[in-house]
């Protein structure tokens, strides 16, 4: 397996423009997590998804943030309109069932998307 | 807000020596997991220590957890320069929400 694929890598883009943040998981984690990651603030959860149902949405921070999963294999975290105060990198993250209690899991994390709002 | 705190914020250690890093928590857990993270790069699982284990090992790597204090430590043994990265604890809580700390930066020189 590839592991958790994110797209892009990087992206610049201009205060008050949309941005869409891809992810596709491993293949079976049924987990799928969205974090932030800024020196300020560290890792921030935003929202995590359990086969393809939002679970927990309260870390988004407005409303400029919303985030779907329309199957097992893609999830986007779109922002708009974008402002500079979004600057950071966004991390997908997947895990697989939780209803195992005999493995030692954890959750694999993706490279990472570095977004720059100017 | 985060439910983790890692402690020390940073750490420079010499090739061989152990690093120790601890890790405190404010609510009940299901798990603590550690990670470790290389200058921009993701994060990397480490080791998971359920809340009914109080110590757990995977090659160089110690875990201990104690429930009571809330509070966790991760030890590397024999510290290589390959090792230098950032490192963080992670509890799960109920529902299955991983919160992060802030991390510990470990700086081992060679």
């Known amino acids: 397996d590839a592991g958790v694929i994110q797209s892009p890598r990087h992206e610049v883009t201009e205060m008050g423009q949309e941005v869409t943040l891809r992810c596709k998981p491993i293949?079976?984690?049924?987990?799928l997590f969205w974090y932030r990651q800024t020196m300020m603030r560290g890792l921030e959860l935003l929202i995590y998804?359990?086969?393809?149902?939002?679970?927990?949405d309260s870390g988004m921070p407005e409303d400029r943030f919303s985030a779907k999963m329309p199957n097992a294999s893609f999830s986007t975290l779109k922002i708009q309109p974008s402002e500079p105060r979004d600057s950071a990198v966004y991390f997908c993250?997947?895990?697989?069932?939780?209803?195992?209690?005999?493995?030692?899991?954890?959750?694999?994390f993706g490279s990472g998307t570095r977004l720059t709002v100017v | 807000s985060q439910q983790g705190e890692e402690d020390p914020q940073a750490l420079s250690i010499q090739e061989g020596e152990n690093a120790t890093m601890n890790c405190s928590y404010k609510t009940s857990i299901n798990n603590l997991q550690w990670y470790r993270q290389n200058s921009g790069r993701g994060l990397v699982h480490l080791i998971l220590i359920r809340s009914n284990e109080r110590e757990k090992h995977s090659g160089r790597l110690r875990v201990t957890l104690d429930t009571s204090k809330k509070s966790s430590s991760l030890l590397i043994t024999a510290s290589r320069a390959a090792d230098t990265a950032s490192y963080f604890c992670a509890t799960e809580t109920g529902g299955f929400k991983t919160i992060f700390g802030a991390g510990t930066r470990l700086f081992v020189k060679a």
């Open positions: 993250a997947s895990s697989p069932p939780h209803r195992s209690t005999l493995a030692n899991y954890g959750y694999t």
């Open positions: 998804f359990n086969n393809n149902v939002p679970i927990d």
């Open positions: 293949s079976g984690h049924d987990y």
